[in-house]
């Protein structure tokens, strides 16, 4: 497990390297991106914003959604992986928003995780993006980076996250999220990682990580 000195290196590194990290998903509200990210489950960020950018410029909030309908909804989404069973839950989100939030995005967990399509994860995701806090969102990236690594493994996405959450340095905790995802989307892939091009592969505690031109045993 990878210890609390190389833990500070790592995120000193990423930091430098990506300053003020964010999503890749393009939004301008705390609405928008909610509809973004329900939407992003098992699709990319590429298309999540191709299809959004249509969307939003016809529909971007709760009420304009709603008008819009189901099917209208639909037309604008097809190209979305389980676009029939998004479509339903961000109706369904919208329509509660309006009658429980005043059309506002709630700032609060167990609110976020009431709403249709909407699970731990996305209420991470939202909470830190739109809002600031330091939470942090485990996807498939993120779990491959904690457990590859050693900076925090766990057999869960839950429990890899109350491990980050204690092994993250505090300082960096706000944007953890984006630098791991990030790292693991271009550097630390699931398939063909690129070590060599690492700037934390002196500092991983994989078996299989390649330093230089030698494979780590």
């Known amino acids: 497990m990878m210890g609390p000195a190389a833990r500070r290196r790592m995120f000193e590194r990423?930091?430098?390297?990506?300053?003020?990290?964010?999503?890749?998903?393009?939004?301008?509200?705390?609405?928008?991106?909610?509809?973004?990210?329900?939407?992003?489950?098992?699709?990319?960020?590429?298309?999540?914003?191709?299809?959004t950018a249509k969307l939003f410029g016809a529909a971007d909030t709760?009420?304009?959604?709603?008008?819009?309908?189901?099917?209208?909804?639909?037309?604008?989404?097809?190209?979305?992986?389980?676009?029939?069973?998004k479509a339903k839950n961000i109706m369904k989100t919208c329509r509660m928003l309006l009658a429980e939030h005043g059309g506002e995005v709630p700032h609060d967990r167990a609110a976020l995780e009431a709403?249709?399509?909407?699970?731990?994860?996305?209420?991470?995701v939202i909470l830190n993006t739109a809002f600031s806090e330091p939470t942090i969102?485990?996807?498939?990236?993120?779990?491959?980076?904690a457990n590859r690594t050693g900076l925090a493994p766990g057999s869960t996405p839950r429990a890899v996250e109350d491990a980050l959450l204690k092994r993250v340095p505090r300082a960096f905790r706000q944007d953890a999220h984006h630098w791991l995802i990030l790292h693991g989307r271009y550097t630390c892939k699931a398939r063909a990682p690129l070590c060599g091009a690492c700037s934390i592969a002196d500092l991983c505690e994989w078996p299989g990580r390649v330093v230089g031109t030698e494979v780590q045993k």
């Open 14 to 51: 990423l930091q430098a390297a990506n300053p003020a990290p964010t999503t890749e998903l393009i939004y301008r509200t705390p609405f928008e991106l909610l509809v973004a990210v329900i939407l992003s489950a098992q699709a990319t960020d590429v298309g999540v914003n191709k299809a």
């Open 62 to 85: 709760p009420a304009a959604i709603v008008a819009l309908g189901e099917a209208g909804l639909k037309r604008h989404i097809r190209t979305i992986g389980l676009f029939n069973t």
């Open 115 to 124: 709403l249709p399509g909407v699970g731990r994860k996305t209420a991470n």
């Open 137 to 145: 969102a485990v996807d498939t990236h993120i779990f491959r980076v």
